[in-house]
């Protein structure tokens, strides 16, 4: 028997016990993928296997999404769990035995091993629940990879009601599988669209001063765009505009009476984002109506940063080491991509863990045609959160 206060190898005992299940529910998932809202066959075999551990799970949450719940012995807070179980509309090219049994269809992004895990984690807790002064709310969800969120979702249907904090992880192939990094700060970017159309006067290609060039007009819009990132922002604040998409006219010797350009911004900060979008907007009018065109601005808000909260990485740091005996690395690098999570952690303090997944002697990379992240993340995180929220409601 392991001493009281020994939590770590008992994690540990309850999750390898349970580890070889947890690869198969894995394998199963990703050879059956399902993207967006279509988590229905996913869904299933998570309520399955809660209810198999006598807890009474919650569907149709945010469409497709699960939820449930792990009480402690004693009063206390609720602390989120959440996992996303969508895949990517890419056709697989592993040749895996457990492959993507759909054309076109593949969990690229690792969600697979998320949903696994977070199951791995719901049995250690079902288990240790007598260790916790609250609940735990398992949050399985959907749609994290579509332009429409599946937190979003979620949330309006009520996932985050009532709950204190939350936790996300996320498999990293850039780490080697099974070590643990936590993030101070911003580990997202916030993720807005824009699309700007410059309306001018058609005419004849070889008699320009007779018509408006709007595409003349998108061309040096575009470029003065930059300088919102290069001379108008706080450079340790930094954010990134792409222009992905430029249309304008139908053959080359008519000057057409629009053109329009779309793309992203993607800030790390609610104050860049603010100051972002109120720059675009007024550098497109105002540049437009210099050049004797209109512009319409179409800008989109879509997720938020992803903050992670400075306590509860603090806690996190200190609870992990103790668990492992090693101390999780602090991320660094600067990270432009976007998590509907963040959505969640508006609402609560919030973190997000990595959890390593690389193989030895690969070079994989998230949304990749050839991922293979390595199994042993799934028993990892799995006890990473478990000691997290023994460590959070103790």
Do not use: W
Not at 255 to 284: H, N, Q, Y
Not at 326 to 338: L, Q, R, V, W
């Amino acid at each position: 028997m392991h001493g009281a206060n020994d939590i770590g190898p008992v994690i540990d005992d309850l999750v390898s016990a349970n580890e070889p299940r947890l690869i198969a529910i894995r394998r199963d998932i990703h050879t059956h993928p399902e993207i967006g809202f279509e988590t229905i066959r996913t869904a299933g075999i998570v309520v399955d296997e809660l209810r198999a551990l006598g807890l009474d799970p919650q569907t149709g949450v945010g469409r497709t999404g699960v939820v449930a719940e792990i009480d402690g012995d004693a009063p206390g807070p609720c602390l989120i769990l959440r996992a996303d179980m969508d895949a990517l509309p890419i056709h697989e090219q592993t040749g895996l035995p457990f492959s993507s049994s759909v054309p076109g269809k593949m969990h690229a992004c690792g969600h697979d091993v998320h949903t696994a895990s977070l199951l791995g984690a719901a049995a250690a807790l079902v288990k240790l629940a007598p260790r916790m002064r609250g609940r735990v709310r398992l949050v399985f969800q959907p749609a994290e990879e579509t332009q429409e969120s599946g937190a979003r979702a979620m949330i309006e249907d009520g996932a985050a009601d009532g709950a204190d904090m939350a936790i996300a992880f996320h498999n990293m192939p850039q780490l080697p599988a099974g070590q643990l990094q936590l993030v101070r700060g911003a580990s997202t970017a916030s993720s807005d669209e824009f699309k700007v159309t410059l309306h001018g006067l058609s005419g004849h290609a070889a008699s320009p001063h007779l018509a408006n060039d709007p595409i003349v007009g998108a061309a040096s819009l575009i470029m003065q765009l930059q300088t919102i990132v290069s001379r108008s922002m706080d450079p340790t604040d930094p954010i990134v505009l792409t222009i992905g998409h430029i249309q304008g006219g139908h053959t080359q010797n008519i000057i057409p009476d629009s053109c329009a350009f779309e793309g992203t911004v993607r800030c790390r900060s609610a104050a860049a984002r603010d100051m972002a979008e109120d720059t675009m907007r007024r550098m497109c009018e105002q540049g437009a109506a210099s050049m004797g065109l209109e512009a319409e601005v179409d800008y989109a808000r879509g997720v938020p940063a992803l903050q992670n909260d400075d306590r509860i990485v603090d806690t996190a740091l200190q609870a992990l080491t103790q668990q492992f005996g090693k101390e999780p690395s602090i991320e660094k690098d600067i990270n432009f991509g976007a998590e509907d999570f963040s959505l969640f952690s508006e609402r609560l303090p919030s973190i997000q863990l990595h959890v390593g997944s690389g193989q030895p002697g690969r070079d994989d990379r998230l949304h990749n045609s050839d991922y293979q992240p390595d199994e042993i993340s799934i028993g990892q995180s799995a006890r990473a959160l478990t000691g997290l929220a023994l460590a959070l409601l103790s």
